[in-house]
C-alpha cells in the first residue's frame, strides 16, 4: 500500500499553535509536530468513534493496554503486563509528576544539554535544583561524558532522559545507554525517560527503552511514550507511562494531585489504532523523513555555507550550528529575514544562543520553500 506525504494540508485558521504563532507570511518549523496527515487508520477508528455520539470521560480499556503491550513486544522484546500502564494527557505532566512524587528538596535534578525546553524547566517547578552536563561533540557524534555524569548524579534524585533525543535526535546506542543507567543505579538516581520519539529511527537502528535493558534497571524506571509524535495525533493529549515496580507506579499515580486528569476518549482510540493497525504506514513515514533528512543535510552543506548540520540519527528534528555565521541571534535572523520561524538554540541549553532547531517533518515541498527562504536571507544579508 502507498500513503501520501506529499500533500500539503492547509494549517492556518485551524487553530493550530505552530501554524499561529507568526504572521501569516512566517513558514513556521519550529514546534514538533508534523504537517503530515495522521495515519488514515486513526482517522477511520475516530471517524467511527464519534459516530457513537457521546464522549464522556473514559478509562483506558484492554484493547489499548493490549495494543500497547503487544507493539512494545514487537517493536523492542519487551515485556511489559497490562497493570504496569498508567495514562496521561502528556509527557510533559509525566517527568513533573514524578519530580514531585520522587525528589526530596535538597536532591539536584540531573540532565543533558541541550534537552528540551520543558525538561530543563521542570525542576525549577518543584524548587529542585538542577545540574546540567553537556554533550561532547566527537567526530560528529555527541556523546555522553560518563565521568562528569557520574560526579553529577553523586546525591541526585532523579536523572531526566531524553531518548532519542531532542533537539539532537541521538539515539542512544545500547552500550552507551547500559553505562548511563548503570551510573545512575550506583547512585540510587531514580530515571525517568522520555522515550516520545522511540519510533522514529533512521539508517536501520531500533530505539532501546531504557527499562529494558534489565530487571535492575526497569526497577528504577519511569519510562513515559505517546503515539503523538510517530503519528501524529499530538493534540489528542494522550501518553502512557510504564511503570513496572508496583509501588514506585503507585506513588507516581497519587502525585496526580488534581492537577494531571485522565485523557480523552478520542485520544485513546487513536493509541489503540495507531499501535494496532498502522505499522506499514509508520515503515513508509520512517522511510520519507529520513530521505527528507538526507535532503536536509546535503541542502545545509551545499546551499546554506556557515551552518552545520550533524545528521539526526532519528526524530524529525535537525540541530543546526550557526556560530560561523556572526550572527547575534540566528533564530531571530531567520525569522526576520527569512521568514523562516525556527526554535531558538537559547531554550535548549545557555550555550546553544547559535543554535537553531528546524522541523522537517512536513511535505518535501514545504521543506524545500524553507530552505529556498533561508539560502536567499543568506545570501542577501
Known amino acids: 500500500m502507498s500513503f501520501d506525504f506529499d500533500t500539503i494540508h492547509p494549517r492556518l485558521g485551524t487553530g493550530s499553535t505552530k501554524w499561529n504563532r507568526y504572521p501569516p507570511d512566517v ?47 514487537n517493536k523492542y522484546a519487551w515485556r511489559v503486563q497490562p497493570q504496569d500502564l498508567l495514562f496521561l494527557p502528556g509527557v510533559e505532566p509525566g517527568f513533573n509528576m514524578a519530580l514531585h512524587a520522587f525528589v526530596q528538596p535538597d536532591q539536584p535534578v540531573v540532565l543533558q544539554t541541550p534537552n528540551y525546553r520543558p525538561i530543563r524547566l521542570a525542576p525549577g517547578h518543584w524548587n529542585l535544583p538542577k545540574i546540567e552536563v553537556p554533550f561532547e561533540l566527537l567526530d560528529g557524534e555527541y556523546l555522553t561524558p560518563l565521568p562528569a555524569l557520574r560526579d553529577a548524579l553523586a546525591g541526585a534524585g532523579a536523572f531526566l532522559l531524553s531518548n532519542p533525543h531532542n533537539p539532537m535526535g541521538k539515539v542512544f546506542p545500547r552500550e552507551e545507554l547500559l553505562a548511563v543507567a548503570n551510573a545512575c543505579l550506583e547512585q540510587g538516581t531514580l530515571i525517568i525517560s522520555d522515550e516520545i520519539h522511540a519510533e522514529l529511527c533512521f539508517d536501520g537502528r531500533r530505539h532501546i527503552p531504557t527499562a529494558s535493558l534489565s530487571d535492575e534497571i526497569a526497577q528504577r524506571t519511569i519510562t513515559l511514550m505517546s503515539a503523538s509524535k510517530a503519528y501524529n495525533v499530538a493534540g489528542l493529549k494522550t501518553c502512557f507511562a510504564v511503570i513496572q515496580n508496583a509501588e514506585i507506579r503507585e ?11 485522565s485523557v480523552s476518549p478520542l485520544g485513546l482510540e487513536a493509541t489503540r489504532a495507531a499501535y494496532s493497525q ?104
Open 251 to 261: 506513588r507516581f499515580n497519587n502525585a496526580r494531585c488534581g492537577m494531571v486528569d
Open 278 to 381: 498502522c505499522g506499514e504506514w509508520l515503515d513508509a513515514l520512517k522511510h520519507y523523513l529520513q530521505a527528507n533528512r538526507d535532503y536536509l543535510l546535503e541542502a545545509v552543506q551545499t546551499r546554506l555555507p556557515g551552518v552545520v548540520m550533524h545528521a539526526p540519527q532519528g526524530t524529525f528534528l535537525a540541530w543546526l550550528d550557526c556560530s560561523a555565521l556572526g550572527l547575534d541571534d540566528p533564530q531571530q535572523f531567520f525569522l526576520e529575514q527569512a521568514k523562516v520561524g525556527l526554535s531558538a538554540g537559547i531554550e535548549f541549553g545557555d550555550d546553544s544562543q547559535q543554535f537553531v532547531r528546524l522541523n522537517f517533518g512536513c511535505p518535501r515541498a514545504l521543506l524545500e520553500e524553507g530552505l529556498q527562504r533561508m539560502e536567499r536571507a543568506l545570501r542577501t544579508r
Open 27 to 73: 513558514l513556521p518549523m519550529w514546534i514538533a509536530d508534523m504537517d503530515i496527515a495522521a495515519p488514515p487508520a486513526v482517522l477511520q477508528a475516530l471517524r467511527e468513534r464519534l459516530d457513537q455520539q457521546i464522549l464522556g470521560y473514559s478509562v483506558a480499556g484492554p484493547d489499548v493496554r493490549d495494543a500497547i503491550v503487544a507493539d512494545l513486544w
